[in-house]
């Protein structure tokens, strides 16, 4: 339940502070006509990524156990790419959020109504569609035949739009440069845990080879029906009776992906953009 919230209170919190960001520049810069389309973007985001979740979801019920393996195997590869595209995208340019969106915003009050709708659905629709598939494939990784996963997921959301409302109202300041790192950093430890259980998805439909073949079987020691079975197979997605590949998997994803993730910038970069504060308000 743990990683999905965290999936759903940082997803959230991006499409949040992107929300806030363009609503509270438009009524600073006194143009309150501009927020209809704003929100009507806005909409079609949010039922887009609602949309292709439910597609997901009840899509892959019709399809044979070997299919829906395959197809779950395969996304969840997809959505661990997505995910760790984007953690390493947040870091690079969380502290320039603000200026970068500000600038689309001209731009698309100079050009009309359209354009104001079409910046508002591609800032939210990015984040909603990344959202709606790495939930369904982490929430398929972790479930154990309860409620908890999609709880959490949705706690998490619940939770980043009240952050992002006292954003908005100035009520609450934080240091976003270090919170997408911590928290991006805890979420390429779930990925890995989603592209592991994604090969074994693959194992499982005999698109590769080695399903028999365990790295190691804890089982006894760690039972999966324990609660803190429960709750490592949560938080980390954690398997007592791994294959090989997935070991293999694991590891090769995770220990470089962190590395650089955590790796301090390199000066030179900093030295391209003026010194900007860290801590970004909307």
Sequence with gaps: MFANYLIGLREGLEASLVVCILIAYLVKTDR?????????????AVGLALGFGCALEFGSQELTF?????????LSIIAVGLVTWMVFWMRRTARHLKTDLHGRLDAALQMGTGALVATAFLAVGR??????????????????????PLIGVLLG??????????????????NLAKFFTWTGAMLVVVAAGVLAYGF????????????????????????????YGTLLKGVF????????LQVVVWSLYLVPTLAFFLAPSR???DRARPAAPVREEV
């Design 127 to 148: 984040e909603g569609l990344e959202t709606s598939l790495f939930v369904w494939t982490s929430v398929r990784a972790s479930s154990d035949g309860t409620e908890g």
């Design 32 to 44: 309150r006509d501009a927020l209809k389309p704003i929100w009507i973007g806005i909409a079609i």
């Design 237 to 244: 997605n954690f398997q007592p009776d791994p294959t090989v």
């Design 66 to 74: 070997e299919a829906q393996e395959a197809l779950g195997g395969s």
């Design 200 to 227: 074994h998805d693959l194992q499982e439909a005999d698109f590769l080879p080695g399903l028999t073949n365990k790295a190691f079987d804890i089982s006894e020691t760690i039972p999966p029906d324990s609660w």
């Design 267 to 269: 000066p030179g970069k």
């Design 157 to 174: 959301i619940a939770t980043a739009v009240v952050l992002g409302y006292l954003f908005y109202r100035g009520a609450l300041r934080i």
